[in-house]
Antibody, heavy 120, light 107 residues
């Protein structure tokens, strides 16, 4: 199970940290991802982190503003979001990565998401 | 960036009918394509990975095919619970990208 938290209303330019608590599987054995969905829109990949946390990847739209991290001792994934803009408004999902054929990018199980609204 | 274009945008079919959803890429890639189902108010669910492999617990009426730049999701005999938006997604190159979705309505 994956349970996101930390969403809410924030002003443009503000910061927010999302969390994703994992249970029921060996968290440290999976790479993890954040995927977002703006209201009424499609899905957008945001970021990926390796099992150890040593390697991270970002969409250009968030690079330099968002930071993905994980604490394997707490079975928790994070997304630190700074310099938020109105177009960051979305439901943010965490998802584990099946790493089929040893490559990232298959989003196996998803949380229910947390809504981030950026507005003044 | 690989752009994925899904068609049709909306599909309206009756229970028991066959649905064929298309996903076309802006360039050919190595079959690292997945399909996800998103029912209203729910998180997406993985259906198919690497073009033709069903994910755990996915009914056999869902199948995927294709290669290169053209991929297809087929639902062989529609059930009412198949009403959802379906997204394709590639993981062949960064950034991972999704298609815009096909909305499937069951009459």
């Amino acid at each position: 199970q994956l349970l996101e938290s930390g969403g809410g209303l924030v002003q443009p330019g503000g910061s927010l940290r999302l969390s994703c608590a994992a249970s029921g599987f060996t968290f440290s054995s999976y790479a993890m991802n954040w995927v977002r969905q703006a209201p009424g829109k499609g899905l957008e990949w945001v970021s990926t982190i390796s099992r150890s946390g040593a390697t991270t990847y970002y969409a250009d739209s968030v690079k330099g503003r968002f930071t993905i991290s994980r604490d394997n001792s707490k079975n928790t994934l994070y997304l630190q979001m700074n310099s938020l803009r109105a177009d960051d408004t979305a439901v943010y999902y965490c998802a584990n990565d099946a790493e089929y054929r040893g490559s990232y990018g298959t989003f196996d199980y998803w949380g229910q998401g947390t809504l981030v609204t950026v507005s003044s | 960036e690989i752009v994925l274009t899904q068609s049709p945008a909306t599909l309206s079919l009756s229970p028991g009918e066959r649905a064929t959803l298309s996903c076309r890429a802006s360039q050919s890639f190595s079959s690292y394509l997945a399909w996800y189902q998103q029912r209203p108010g729910q998180a997406p669910r993985l259906l198919i990975y690497d073009a033709s492999n069903r994910a755990t617990g996915i009914p056999a009426r869902f199948s995927g095919s294709g290669s290169g730049a053209d991929y297809t999701l087929t639902i062989s005999s529609l059930e009412p619970e198949d009403s959802a938006v379906y997204y394709c997604q590639q993981r062949s190159s960064w950034p991972f990208t999704f298609g815009q979705g096909t909305r499937l309505e069951i009459k």
